[in-house]
């Protein structure tokens, strides 16, 4: 009776991480109580935030600097101050981050835009309007569905290490089957619920404030509609810049690399 182990294994992992997706849900779903203000606009860095998080802000800050021309970011991964005057406190952040010297790689400049008080400031107000999952929740929905999906994969690994043992003879080897596939059934049916209900999954966003990142547009905006284009920038990151150089400049926004 090998495989009665396994078989408890199974059912613990597919359960544990079946409940934490339903007390994900229910904690974002709390998220959108009371608390949400309605009519809430979102502005292109709260926009930036939900969509991508911090990291995604910087972006946003960089790619709107390089447009106006009062930032170059050149393709080696350099970014040159033009506009030492920054119009918010984003782009103060970042050109505080590149220094008195006007000049530094990107990827620091984006560490440090992505940290700042500022982006602080979009945090906490969209955790207070009920449109951003605060810090320290506890899992959110993406972290508990990639748990369920690892919850899958282990029940059905251990129902096939069941079966390569050898069981008693009395006992044929489809009813063994048929006791794995229960937890399996389980953690796929909440992945399946997951999906029609809570998709998509949102590190950052709150279930209002997905539902605010729905009504944006998605497509990449004309060029000369800097807002639409800044809007998609905001919403898919970096894959909506038209530009090739900015793109390559962006490209080595996580690492340094020299001049």
């Known amino acids: 009776m090998f495989w009665v182990p396994l078989l408890l294994l199974a059912w613990a992992v597919a359960g544990v991480a ?28 709260e926009a930036a935030f939900l969509s991508g998080g911090p990291g995604r802000v910087a972006d946003v800050t960089l790619v709107a600097m390089a447009r106006q021309r009062r930032l170059l970011l050149a393709h080696t991964g350099w970014a040159t101050v033009v506009d030492p005057r920054g119009r918010d406190e984003m782009e103060r952040s970042v050109i505080g981050a590149i220094g008195p010297q006007g000049q530094s790689p990107i990827a ?12 602080h400031g979009i945090a906490e107000r969209l955790v207070t309007a009920g449109l951003a999952v605060p810090d320290g929740a506890g899992t959110t929905v993406a972290d508990a569905v990639r748990q369920v999906r690892f919850a899958a994969s282990a029940v059905a690994g251990l129902g096939a290490a069941a079966l390569l043992m050898p069981v008693p003879s009395d006992l044929a080897r489809p ?14 049916g909440c992945l399946v619920i997951a999906r029609f209900e809570v998709h998509p999954y949102s590190r950052w966003a709150s279930p209002a404030g997905q539902r605010l990142l729905d009504a944006l547009p998605r497509a990449a905006g004309d060029a000369a509609d800097d807002r639409a284009y800044l809007t998609s920038v905001a919403v898919r990151g970096i894959r909506a810049v038209g530009e090739p150089e900015l793109r390559a400049a962006l490209a080595h926004r996580e690492r340094h690399r020299g001049p």
């Open 175 to 188: 009813l063994v089957a048929l006791w794995f596939a229960l937890p399996l059934v389980l953690t796929l």
């Open 18 to 45: 079946c409940l934490r997706l339903c007390l994900a849900a229910v904690r974002g779903a709390a998220a959108a109580g009371p608390d949400t203000e309605p009519g809430h606009g979102l502005t292109l860095y």
């Open 108 to 119: 620091p400049v984006r560490s440090a835009a992505a940290t700042a008080d500022a982006v």
